[in-house]
């Protein structure tokens, strides 16, 4: 039997992750943000080269033995540890996060910080347009108001939390990302590349916040419209949340996890099959704002958290990460 050591997965083959740079200044190794001092320069480059199609553990020891194999070992496992060599497909942070390195960027941290400059930069952004000559403008007219779903829609942060969710707002809500039969044919209410529908969907409902929902971690299931428990037991609580998320999180009812199952879509799509995932979600969002709207329930799409401490939770495999989270609960009383 294969050993499974702590740190890493003998039976797997790990790769270099895109995510990480490796740069070597003055026989100092650094990669990505973290800084290996001179020790690890004598299996560098080569260890990167050799993951860059996959390599198993055993095979990245065969590769250096004239080095202590103690030490590569304990290297290894860190760099799997810090993700630098991954068995899995990256977390959208991982891919994207690493564009700001050839981004050229004209502001600087303290924008962010001061109010002032905040909102100078924000009103520069939102009054942007190309340099083109005017002459060529034609004005539209909108004669006809929209209805109230897409005029009055805005993005709630606080929600009514001394009444529950009813099972029948509840099941419009969810209802949205049902499959619909017909005539033979799987359609849904919303559209995903090649048919494939490729982002799954896990619902966090807290304790006494819905009608005859016990608190948990729940699959949607889009082929029956049900919610089936996936765990329980666990409790989801602020610390999952980034600062700025925290109070929003404390006042909604469900969380909603938008999470990509490569499976499905990959094998025919290869690598842009994430990138039509991303825009599914999208897709998937504007649906859930709508059907949200007409049934008073107010929703907060939320960028970024800490899902690292929740994700055991899920039980995903290494071809599932999260795209999107968004919270929901009732529209607070005026
Ligand atoms: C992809 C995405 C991520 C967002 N992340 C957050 C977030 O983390 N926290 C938050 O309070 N609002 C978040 N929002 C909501 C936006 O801040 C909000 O849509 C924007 O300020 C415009 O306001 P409105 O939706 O009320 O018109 C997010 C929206 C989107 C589409």
Redesign the pocket.
């Known amino acids: 039997m294969k050993k499974r050591l702590s740190g890493y997965d003998s039976n797997k083959r790990y790769f270099w992750s895109p995510a990480f740079d490796c740069v070597n200044d003055d026989d100092h190794l650094r990669i990505g943000a973290f800084d290996f001092g001179g020790d690890a320069g004598g299996i560098f480059p080569e260890l990167y080269y050799i993951t860059q199609r996959g390599a198993t553990p055993c095979e990245m020891m065969q590769r250096f033995t004239s080095v202590d194999p103690g030490k590569l070992e304990k290297l290894i496992k860190e760099l799997v540890q810090k993700r630098v060599l991954v068995s899995s497909i990256l977390s959208p942070s991982e891919i994207f996060e690493v564009q700001s390195r050839m981004f050229k960027n004209e502001y600087d941290e303290e924008t962010f910080l001061n109010p002032a400059r905040l909102e100078e930069y924000r009103r520069k952004q939102l009054n942007r347009r190309p340099n083109l000559n005017e002459t060529g403008k034609i004005l539209l007219e909108q004669k006809e108001a929209y209805p109230e779903l897409i005029s009055q829609?805005?993005?709630y942060?606080t929600f009514d939390t001394d009444h529950r969710i009813s099972m029948k707002t509840l099941s419009q809500l969810m209802s949205v990302f049902r499959q619909v039969c017909s005539e033979g044919e799987i359609r849904y209410y919303y559209a995903s590349a090649g048919g494939l529908y490729p982002v799954d969907i896990y619902v966090y409902a807290k304790d006494n916040r819905v009608e005859s929902v016990q608190g948990g971690l729940y699959y949607y299931s889009p082929i029956d419209n049900s919610l089936v428990l996936a765990n329980s037991s666990c409790v989801i609580t602020e610390a999952a949340h980034?600062f700025?998320?925290k109070d929003?999180f404390r006042s909604s009812a469900l969380s909603l996890f938008f999470i990509y199952n490569a499976d499905v879509s990959m094998p025919k799509y290869g690598g842009m099959a994430y990138f039509y995932a991303c825009i599914d979600t999208?897709l998937m969002?504007g649906a859930l704002t709508a059907v949200a709207e007409l049934n008073d329930i107010g929703i907060?799409?939320?960028?970024?958290?800490e899902f690292d401490r929740i994700k055991k939770y899920f039980h995903l495999n290494e071809n599932q990460t999260l795209l999107?989270t968004v919270e929901a609960g009732l529209k607070p009383k005026i």
């Open positions: 829609r805005r993005t942060r980034l700025t998320n929003i999208g969002v907060c799409s939320v960028g970024s958290m999107h």
